[in-house]
Nanobody, 111 residues
């Protein structure tokens, strides 16, 4: 079993930046972030594994995912935030054919 603990959400103005963090209770092969806006399905934001990274088209060039393997932690640096980025952001982990989810952290982009 893996526990994922997120931090870093909040309220930010359009054009601003936030950094999300997610710490795993142990080493995990793939980690990433999904988000879910009200009335919409959960969608991939970005993922990182030992093979590389991938991003949703809507965040390319604005968001950067990274990981610190010594801390079993993944980060999501979000720049040039837009109101449409408002959502609950969920940390995701995948290892040995099992997916794990964090509890979610709210990101609100509004003036």
């Amino acid at each position: 079993q893996v526990q994922l603990v997120e931090s870093g959400g909040g309220l930010v103005q359009p054009g601003g930046s936030l950094r999300l963090s997610c710490a795993a209770s142990r080493s995990i092969f793939s980690m990433g972030w999904y988000r879910q806006a009200p009335g919409k399905e959960r969608e991939l934001v970005a993922r990182i594994s030992f093979g590389g990274t991938n991003y949703a088209d809507s965040v390319k060039g604005r968001f950067t995912i990274s990981r610190d393997n010594t801390k079993n932690t993944v980060y999501l640096q979000m720049n040039s935030l837009k109101p449409e980025d408002t959502a609950v952001y969920y940390c995701w982990g995948y290892s040995n054919s099992v997916a794990y989810w964090g509890q979610g952290t709210q990101v609100t982009v509004s003036s």
